[in-house]
């Protein structure tokens, strides 16, 4: 009987899982981030990706820098704590890409 209990168990964290990726969670609120000065005078541009968890409330409540340029990174991880989204049953995670 535990075993079938465990089965259920990730079968229904997995599906849980599933959905979350498949859903995005909707932005309410959100900030542009600042173009940094010296990315400014370099003439760089590009995509800094994140990945965010969001609170059941949809404030965001941890970020972690995947990729693009070092930058560009600390302006799009500073607006995108600030983010609002919708909200949930329970938290959520999510990649986001920030262009510049």
């Given at each position: 009987m535990t075993t079938?209990?465990?089965?259920?168990?990730?079968?229904l964290l997995l599906s849980g899982c599933g959905y979350a990726a498949e859903h995005p969670r909707?932005?309410?609120?959100s900030e542009d981030p600042e173009y940094p000065e010296v990315a400014k005078k370099m003439g760089l541009h590009g995509t800094v990706k994140l990945h965010i968890w969001i609170t059941p409330d949809g404030s965001v409540r941890r970020l972690e820098y995947v990729?693009?340029?070092?930058?560009?990174?600390?302006?799009?991880?500073?607006?995108?704590?600030?983010?609002?989204?919708?909200?949930?049953?329970?938290?959520?995670?999510?990649?986001?890409?920030?262009?510049f």
């Open positions: 079938i209990r465990h089965i259920v168990f990730w079968i909707a932005i309410v609120h990729g693009g340029h070092p930058l560009l990174a600390e302006s799009a991880l500073k607006a995108v704590k600030n983010w609002k989204y919708v909200t949930a049953s329970q938290e959520t995670e999510m990649t986001v890409e920030i262009k």
